[in-house]
């Protein structure tokens, strides 16, 4: 159960879609503030919001040079969130699978029955 | 043969829609989902499970309970609920939570057959008790991920497939 403990703070901060956006952005490769502003029409405070909301879910991590202080991104709690998603895929997906043999011997029972 | 595969996708605030479509006639489907000695052949998840515990009182006001269990890991997993609404073929609603949720909620389910032509398409509709745990359930770009990695595992399983044969 401990292992979900970040999950509330992943999926708050990707509940946003314009940091979702940023990171979509980020996982193309290092950016800086005003890199990420040009293509959503944003204030740089703005996005400096967005960003640290990312950067508190570690989501992304901060360089420290002043001059430049790019952003990339943390796979670790996406990994986490997408491991989650993934637990409830696995289960529905053989299952439905396994359903898909199962009817095809029920049809071949009902036609079977329906000779007789 | 094409057999559609499961797609999830969210409505509004607080639910999932998961849908499978069935090359199968609609009672055959339905008949998979309420007939325990059916339930239990398939309702299993990854290999390795089985499904010792199927109990389904299928009447409104009624309750399900169903138990899985994996000997090789040792582990167990339970859930149950109440059948809120039946209008079988065409669909039926129920509560559902698991023993031992982390977010220790309820969700609602409405379960849908529709009929299209010889297939059956399954329609499941989650209903979370907040928005918020509906975020921990799902967000898109993950899902377009996730599909992206299924699709190429499907591929990959086929090609198996082929060669196991």
Request: charged residues 30%; aromatic residues 8%.
């Amino acid at each position: 159960m401990e292992s979900f403990d970040h999950l509330d703070t992943t999926f708050q901060a990707l509940a946003d879609p314009t940091r979702r956006a940023i990171l979509a952005r980020l996982s193309l490769g290092e950016a800086s503030v005003s890199e990420l502003c040009e293509p959503f029409d944003m204030s740089q405070p703005a996005i400096s919001r967005h960003l640290k909301v990312l950067e508190q879910a570690g989501l992304i991590s901060r360089g420290r040079d002043a001059q430049r202080r790019l952003s990339r991104i943390e796979g670790g709690p996406m990994a986490e969130a997408n491991a989650w998603l993934e637990g409830f895929r696995r289960f529905w997906e053989p299952s439905f699978q396994r359903l898909d043999g199962l009817l095809e011997e029920m049809k071949t029972e009902k036609k079977s029955a329906k000779k007789r | 043969m094409q057999v559609g595969k499961l797609t999830q996708d969210r409505l509004g605030s607080k639910q999932l829609v998961i849908t499978r479509v069935f090359n199968a006639p609609r009672d055959l489907v339905v008949q998979a989902h309420t007939q325990p000695a059916y339930v239990r052949r398939w309702l299993l998840g990854p290999p390795g499970w089985e499904m010792p515990t199927c109990e389904m009182d299928l009447r409104v006001g009624g309750r399900y309970r169903w138990e899985w269990s994996n000997a090789e890991r040792k582990m167990t997993m339970g859930l149950g609920g109440e059948y809120l609404e039946l209008d079988l073929p065409r669909f039926m609603r129920v509560t559902q939570r698991f023993d031992d949720a982390w977010d220790g909620q309820q969700s609602e389910i409405f379960t849908e057959f529709l009929e299209q032509g010889a297939q059956t398409i399954l329609k499941m509709t989650i209903t979370y008790e907040s928005e918020a745990i509906l975020e921990k359930v799902m967000t898109t770009p993950m899902a377009n991920g996730m599909e992206m990695g299924y699709e190429r595992l499907e591929s990959l399983l086929k090609q198996m497939e082929g060669e196991a044969a």
